[in-house]
């Protein structure tokens, strides 16, 4: 976090001494496209960049398919970041430099890469027509694509990454079927934090599946796929029950009821001691959820660039599309006792639902007792 943090640092002291000098020291806003203007003029072409995905890829700027899978492409370029393998020699580093993009014939032969080749294609014409670069290109279109989506925060957007010069090796996305520490260990590498992951996981709240079961595909993680809320960390703590589509498949975990999806990963994730607190404490949170999402999200496009050569260009993010509901909603005939709560703190999540665990506890105690 430290580089973006400075970052934003030196650039809220900027902005606080600006707005010291009289108004006509300061520098005028730069004249874009369609009377539109931006702080620098280098942000320009994100107008033009904006409008062409939000007609052609998003049709009409709406939180679709394109977006969900826009979003998934930010993670898995981002996420091709690794200090130990550079440290060992063995990769440059990589990270949110558009790798994906440039070196697609080897990244997209990943496994945990499947079904994003349409997007990388998309992307990359979008990015060839507009001169800018593959890493930036990602980002942008995921900070618009979570714009979209109703509950979606403004992440800020830094353009001015240089292009990949190595594709990222395999085995640096972490896969559905991976255990939560080896998933742990792998976002520490990259300097993202367990908290981190569970605020990135926000995203899996707009996401559906295809590739795990391919006879169910566009089955949702959620109830709710067309909204960023906190339904998502409700329902990946009721208990499974089903296989919505055809058996087991790797990486899979029983469903609370047909027509949703559940990843492994999610579940366990959800479940585990060093994450649960969090993932449990969104339920219900939804500023929270959201501004949390919002800020992982900013730190993981900045992963293995220089903030310091970036350009801010968050002003041509447009602004909200909807709010998303508060409250999660328990799906229909579930009730707070088909939830496994594993995080008994009370200071996290909803005491109602912090305290449905306690109580559990204390009924299953009593019919113990009940049956000795
Ligand atoms: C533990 C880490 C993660 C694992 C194991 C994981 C795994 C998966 C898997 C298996 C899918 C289904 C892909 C398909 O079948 O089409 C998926 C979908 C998705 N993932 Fe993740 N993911 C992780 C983290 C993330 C992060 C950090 C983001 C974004 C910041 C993200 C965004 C998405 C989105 C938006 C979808 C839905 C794509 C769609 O609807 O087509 N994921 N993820």
């Given at each position: 976090m430290a580089p973006f943090l400075s970052l934003i640092s030196l650039y809220l002291a900027s902005a606080a001494a600006a707005s010291?000098?009289?108004?006509?020291?300061r520098a005028p806003p730069a004249q874009c496209s369609k009377g539109r203007t931006a702080k620098n003029s280098q942000c320009c072409v994100w107008y033009d960049v904006l409008d062409d995905i939000q007609t052609?890829?998003?049709?009409?700027?709406?939180?679709d398919d394109e977006a969900h899978d826009a979003l998934r492409l930010s993670f898995h370029d981002a996420i091709g970041y690794s200090p130990l393998l550079r440290s060992q020699g063995k990769f440059p580093g990589g990270g949110a430099d558009g790798s994906i993009i440039m070196f697609a014939d080897k990244?997209?032969?990943?496994?945990?890469?499947?079904?994003l080749d349409e997007i990388v294609d998309a992307e990359r014409k979008l990015a060839d027509r507009y001169h800018v670069s593959y890493g930036d290109i990602i980002q942008f279109i995921a900070v618009v694509s979570v714009r979209n989506c109703p509950g979606g925060p403004l992440i800020p957007f830094f353009a001015g990454r240089p292009n990949a010069t190595k594709w990222a090796p395999d085995g640096l996305v972490p896969e559905a079927f991976d255990s939560v520490t080896k998933i742990l260990n792998r976002v520490h590498d990259a300097g993202l934090t367990a908290d981190d992951l569970v605020d990135l996981l926000a995203s899996h709240s707009i996401g559906k599946q295809e590739t795990i079961d391919p006879s169910i595909p566009g089955t949702p993680f959620d109830t709710t796929p067309s909204i960023l809320d906190t339904n998502f960390f409700l329902d990946t703590l009721l208990r499974g029950m089903v296989w919505p589509g055809k058996g087991f498949h790797k990486g899979q975990v029983p469903s609370p009821f047909g027509g949703e999806f559940r990843l492994q990963s999610d579940f366990a994730i959800a479940r585990d001691q060093r994450t649960s607190c969090r993932w449990q404490g969104y339920i219900n949170q939804q500023a929270d959820m959201s501004t949390n999402f919002g800020k992982a999200m900013a730190k993981m496009a900045l992963l293995?660039?220089?903030?310091?050569?970036?350009?801010?260009?968050?002003?041509v993010i447009p602004p909200p599309t909807g709010s998303a509901p508060q409250t999660a909603k328990l799906p229909r005939g579930k009730t707070v006792l088909d939830l496994e709560l594993t995080?008994?703190?009370?200071?996290?999540?909803?005491p109602t639902l912090a305290n449905i665990g306690d109580l559990r506890k204390l009924t299953g105690y009593i019919s113990k007792l009940l049956h000795l």
């Open positions: 010291h000098l009289e108004p006509h020291h052609n890829l998003f049709e009409g700027g709406k939180c990244e997209l032969l990943y496994g945990a890469n499947d079904a293995g660039q220089n903030p310091a050569r970036l350009t801010d260009c968050s002003d995080c008994h703190n009370g200071q996290f999540g909803l």
